[in-house]
Each structure stands twice: as structure tokens, then as C-alpha cells.
């Protein structure tokens, strides 16, 4: 049985799903001037980049996207999909620009929080209508097992760019360890 692309997008989503809520609860308790890390929300900076940017974006990209656009008139809603990837690029940037003015001595607290916020909106959004997208692509049967298979060895590429199988499995272990500290324990009324 071939591995279905499609699927493997959809299973990324829930791990960028979980880095989503991750980055609100932290939003919300920098705002409820709670202490947090910095080496975690370092850690969650490097996810967003390297893990939902390069490597799951990457797949979508380099891959699946270009492999769909011309099939079943879906090249505009790829094109939405293309500028979505540019804000949440541009919202982890500012995010990494504000940490490193943190680490340099200037409160920037708000700043991560609002970013840290900004981006868990839009990757909830984003993720939301990528994944009726998928099934719409799942219900009409728009891959052939060959393409499928086709785009799994491009997938496989992908996860080379970033360190391979595993770094990957490292960066999911992350997700787990931040999931797993005290601060995102800490029961919010926010």
C-alpha cells in the first residue's frame, strides 16, 4: 500500500496544531506577566521556523502544492495558501526579532506575546482550511497512488533539508517537552 501525501499534511497539522497551543498559552501568561523561559519560547521560535515554516510549508510548497495546482481548478485556492505561508512567515520573523531585542535588554514582553498570539490565530486558521481543502482533494480522488508515492520521495527531501529523519523526530520531541513544562501546566484564566 502506497502512503497517502494528502494524510501525511493532515497528521503534520495536528503536531502544528499542538505548537499553536503552546504559543497562546504562552502568549497569555507573558500578558498575565507570568514568568516563562526564554530558552522555551527560543524553542518555540525555532519550531515555528524550522518545523511548520521549512518543513511542513516546505512539503507543501516544493510538493504538493505544484503537483496540485493545475488538477480540478484549485490554483486559487493554492495562491490563498501561498500569501497565508508568507504572513505566518512574517509574524515569526517580527517574532524572532522581538526575542532577540528581550535577550539584548529591552523589554519586549508585549511584543513576543502578540506575536506568540498572532501566530497561533493564524496557524489555527490556516490549518483549518488547508484541512477541507485535503479532503475535498481525499473525496475527489485527485492523486493517483503513483503520485501519491511521487510525492512522499519529495517529502523525503524535505525532511532532509532540515536535518533529516532525525531532527525531525528531535523537533516532535520538543513539542512533547514544551507540552510537558510547568509554566504550560499552570491552570489560566485568560
Same mark, same amino acid.
Given at each position: *500500500?502506497?502512503? $497517502?501525501?494528502?494524510? =501525511?499534511?493532515?497528521? /503534520?497539522?495536528?503536531?502544528?496544531?499542538? @505548537?499553536?497551543?503552546?504559543?497562546?498559552?504562552?502568549?497569555?501568561?507573558?500578558?498575565? $506577566?507570568?514568568?516563562?523561559?526564554?530558552?522555551?519560547?527560543?524553542?518555540?521560535? *525555532?519550531?515555528?521556523?524550522?518545523?511548520? /515554516?521549512? #518543513?511542513?510549508?516546505?512539503?507543501?510548497?516544493?510538493?504538493? !502544492?505544484?503537483?496540485? =495546482? &493545475?488538477?480540478? $481548478? !484549485?490554483?486559487?485556492?493554492?495562491?490563498?495558501? @501561498?500569501?497565508?505561508?508568507?504572513?505566518?512567515?512574517?509574524?515569526? %520573523?517580527? #517574532?524572532?526579532?522581538? @526575542? +532577540?531585542?528581550?535577550?539584548?535588554?529591552?523589554?519586549?514582553?508585549?511584543?513576543?506575546?502578540?506575536?506568540?498570539?498572532?501566530?497561533?490565530?493564524?496557524? $489555527?486558521?490556516?490549518?483549518?482550511? &488547508?484541512?477541507? !481543502?485535503? /479532503? @475535498?482533494?481525499?473525496?475527489?480522488?485527485? #492523486?493517483?497512488?503513483?503520485?501519491?508515492?511521487?510525492?512522499?520521495?519529495?517529502?523525503? !527531501?524535505?525532511?532532509?533539508?532540515?536535518?533529516?529523519? +532525525?531532527? +525531525?523526530?528531535?523537533?516532535?520531541?520538543?513539542?512533547?517537552?514544551?507540552?510537558?513544562? &510547568?509554566? *504550560?501546566? %499552570?491552570?489560566? =484564566?485568560?
Amino acid at each position: *500500500m502506497v502512503l $497517502n501525501a494528502t494524510k =501525511n499534511l493532515k497528521q /503534520d497539522h495536528v503536531l502544528v496544531n499542538r @505548537l499553536g497551543r503552546i504559543a497562546k498559552k504562552c502568549s497569555d501568561l507573558l500578558y498575565d $506577566n507570568s514568568d516563562i523561559p526564554l530558552e522555551d519560547i527560543k524553542i518555540i521560535s *525555532m519550531l515555528i521556523q524550522e518545523f511548520v /515554516d521549512k #518543513l511542513h510549508h516546505g512539503k507543501e510548497e516544493k510538493a504538493y !502544492f505544484p503537483q496540485m =495546482n &493545475e488538477k480540478n $481548478n !484549485f490554483s486559487e485556492e493554492i495562491r490563498k495558501f @501561498l500569501i497565508e505561508h508568507e504572513l505566518g512567515r512574517r509574524i515569526a %520573523k517580527m #517574532l524572532v526579532q522581538s @526575542l +532577540v531585542s528581550w535577550e539584548d535588554g529591552l523589554d519586549s514582553r508585549e511584543r513576543v506575546a502578540r506575536f506568540l498570539k498572532a501566530y497561533s490565530v493564524f496557524i $489555527n486558521i490556516h490549518t483549518e482550511k &488547508e484541512d477541507l !481543502f485535503f /479532503d @475535498l482533494i481525499e473525496e475527489k480522488g485527485s #492523486l493517483s497512488e503513483e503520485e501519491h508515492s511521487q510525492l512522499i520521495g519529495r517529502y523525503k !527531501f524535505c525532511n532532509s533539508e532540515v536535518g533529516g529523519k +532525525v531532527r +525531525v523526530e528531535q523537533m516532535i520531541k520538543l513539542i512533547g517537552y514544551l507540552e510537558e513544562r &510547568e509554566w *504550560m501546566k %499552570k491552570d489560566t =484564566n485568560i
